[in-house]
């Protein structure tokens, strides 16, 4: 099993700026692909920015120039950096991620979600 925990979401005015963590734990072989999803109230969940273990990365076209998708391999964990924030980009944010396990099984897992609000 593996889980995934995510941080750094919360209010913040229009024009700011959060970091989101994603940490994933348990038993990971090796992490494939790893991203960020959001859902607005209402609203489908859709995909934010993914990175590939190699580094190549992935945007929605509603944050790129403002959002910037990392990923620490040697700490299983990958950052949001969110800048220019805008009320559209109020959501709750998901980290998923495509994981080789140990006992020889590829699996896809989702964090709890953060709540990300910004303010006009």
């Known amino acids: 099993q593996v889980q995934l925990v995510e941080s750094g979401g919360g209010l913040v005015q229009a024009g700011g700026s959060l970091r989101l963590s994603c940490a994933a734990s348990?038993?990971?072989?090796?992490?494939?692909?790893m991203g960020w999803y959001r859902q607005a109230p209402g609203k489908q969940r859709e995909l934010v920015a993914t990175?590939?273990?190699?580094?190549?990365?992935n945007y929605a076209g509603s944050v790129k120039g403002r959002f910037t998708i990392s990923r620490d391999s040697a700490k299983n964990t990958v950052y949001l950096q969110m800048n220019s924030l805008k009320p559209e980009d109020t959501a709750a944010y998901y980290c998923?991620?495509?994981?080789?396990?140990?006992?020889?099984?590829?699996?896809?897992?989702w964090g709890q979600g953060t709540q990300v609000t910004v303010s006009s």
């Open positions: 348990g038993s990971i072989f090796r992490i494939n692909t």
């Open positions: 998923n991620a495509d994981v080789t396990n140990r006992v020889p099984s590829r699996n896809v897992y």
């Open positions: 990175i590939t273990s190699d580094g190549p990365t």
